[in-house]
């Protein structure tokens, strides 16, 4: 099994800046892709941005492309969200996910089941 705590989550003017982490415990984390994901009140969960293992591999949605920034530190078993330029649209709850198999692929990340953690609300105010 394994377990995933996301924090860093809070209320923020639009134009400001939040940092997300979450910390993943329980089986090997290490050889495996990390991303993040969000759902806005009344929308479906969608794709936000994905790290391989390495940290040498990553991907964002177009629409955080140039303002978030994932990363990842093995040694803690951690991965960040840094969010920047913050805009109101961006509000919803955001989530850490990891690939059910806990492979390095972001294919399997973006479509196949995943672990999840419980999830940490961000709030935009305009």
């Known amino acids: 099994q394994v377990q995933l705590v996301e924090s860093g989550g809070g209320l923020v003017q639009a134009g400001g800046s939040l940092r997300l982490s979450c910390a993943a415990s329980?089986?090997?984390?290490?050889?495996?892709?990390m991303g993040w994901f969000r759902q806005a009140p009344g929308k479906e969960r969608e794709f936000v941005s994905a790290i391989s293992w390495s940290g040498g591999t990553t991907y964002y949605a177009d629409f955080v492309q140039g303002r978030f920034t994932i990363s990842r530190d093995n040694a803690k078993n951690t991965v960040n969200l840094q969010m920047n330029s913050l805009k109101a649209e961006d509000t919803a709850v955001y989530y850490c996910?990891?690939?059910?198999?806990?492979?390095?692929?972001?294919?399997?990340?973006?479509?196949?089941?995943?672990?999840w953690g419980q999830g940490t609300q961000v709030t935009v105010s305009s």
């Open positions: 996910a990891a690939p059910l198999g806990l492979t390095n692929s972001i294919s399997d990340l973006r479509s196949g089941s995943k672990y």
């Open positions: 329980g089986r090997t984390f290490r050889n495996n892709a």
